[in-house]
């Protein structure tokens, strides 16, 4: 079970390993689902309506977008920006999962709330993730340029990036798009825990001393926890989205329309006047698939690499045992 468990015999998780874990999940599941996020980047950043019946703009549905940008760009356009986005994906999950451990064992040491509540991985998993973000978030502005460019490039690679958005739009840049972060990624976050906590004890039984999972139920659990979380809060990630690459405007020429934005508020009435309501969405059906793959994989994950470092220790120890009777 993800978060500490007092009725669990074995040992609790040390921070090391709850980052470990929580890294290895994200490393794992960003290599799976980078085509969809790209995807869903893409459709965010246009301002023309994202619809199959009246195209408008140069994305109009999932398939045709991933039909044109493997024409116009190659296969390898759908792991752009892979190598920020791997570096955010591993520090995301060591600090969100080692903070989410360490949270809720507090809870149980200093408060008398239950530690495996949905209520409380609520809140820990909003704070765990708001910590997470704040680490993590210039990589995630690269990560979106990066996505958001097309052909030619504007930045060759990595270090590339980073000193011509130092020189040129200051330090201050690789926090944009932080204030509608973190106002999502708490109720966000939050949310993934609550649901997936309360999906996990309906669909599985209390796991047994020490098996944290990593099955096909964590991989359930995870994915509806994803997709209701995600259509909660959609709206404020459109906004970071398009918050990101403010600065970024001539490169995004090409792909259609573009506007700047001096800040959130800005932001969310010129999508509204433009857009309409369903401007706040766009995106949103990649996104959903993304959030289910992307939610779901990660506990998957984060519960299988636990379990495999318990048996290993578990093993370890029961080969200590062994010589130490042989020696006897």
């Given at each position: 079970m993800v978060g500490y468990d007092p009725g669990v015999q074995s040992a609790p998780l040390s921070p090391e390993e709850a980052a470990f874990a929580g890294s290895a999940a994200g490393m794992v599941t960003r290599a799976l689902i980078s085509p969809f996020d790209v995807i869903k980047i893409r459709f965010q950043l246009q301002i023309e309506r994202v619809s199959s019946k009246t195209p408008e703009g140069k994305y109009y549905g999932i398939f045709q977008a991933t039909r044109r940008i493997h024409s116009e760009e190659g296969l390898s356009a759908f792991w752009k920006g892979h190598i920020p986005a791997q570096l955010l994906s591993i520090c995301y999950g060591a600090v969100q999962f080692a903070s989410f451990e360490f949270l809720t064992e507090l809870v149980h040491e200093k408060t008398p709330y239950d530690s495996q509540t949905a209520g409380v991985h609520f809140v820990c998993g909003g704070l765990a993730a708001c910590s997470a973000t704040v680490v993590c978030q210039p990589l995630d502005t690269l990560?979106?340029?990066?996505?958001?460019?097309?052909?030619?490039?504007?930045?060759?690679?990595?270090?590339?990036?980073?000193?011509?958005?130092?020189?040129?739009?200051?330090?201050?840049?690789?926090?944009?798009?932080?204030?509608?972060?973190?106002?999502?990624?708490?109720?966000?976050?939050?949310?993934?825990?609550?649901?997936?906590?309360?999906?996990?004890?309906?669909?599985?039984?209390?796991?047994?001393?020490?098996?944290?999972?990593?099955?096909?139920?964590?991989?359930?659990?995870?994915?509806?926890?994803?997709?209701?979380?995600?259509?909660?809060?959609?709206?404020?990630?459109?906004?970071?989205?398009?918050?990101?690459?403010?600065?970024?405007?001539?490169?995004?020429?090409?792909?259609g329309q573009v506007r700047s934005y001096r800040g959130l508020l800005d932001c969310m009435v010129q999508i509204a006047k433009e857009e309409g309501f369903r401007g706040f969405f766009k995106g949103l059906s990649p996104s959903l698939v993304k959030a289910a793959l992307s939610t779901g994989f990660t506990f998957f994950w984060y519960e299988f690499f636990l379990n495999a470092m318990h048996n290993f220790k578990e093993k370890r120890g029961t080969n200590v045992i062994t010589k130490d009777f042989n020696r006897r």
């Open positions: 990560r979106t340029r990066f996505a958001a460019q097309g052909e030619p490039k504007v930045y060759r690679n990595l270090r590339h990036a980073v000193s011509t958005m130092w020189r040129s739009e200051g330090t201050l840049t690789f926090y944009r798009g932080l204030s509608p972060t973190l106002l999502a990624v708490f109720p966000y976050a939050g949310l993934q825990f609550f649901f997936y906590n309360i999906f996990k004890k309906l669909l599985a039984p209390r796991p047994k001393a020490g098996n944290s999972g990593g099955n096909l139920k964590s991989l359930v659990c995870g994915s509806g926890a994803g997709m209701i979380s995600k259509t909660i809060t959609y709206p404020f990630d459109l906004f970071k989205k398009r918050l990101q690459v403010g600065g970024f405007e001539a490169a995004r020429a090409h792909f």
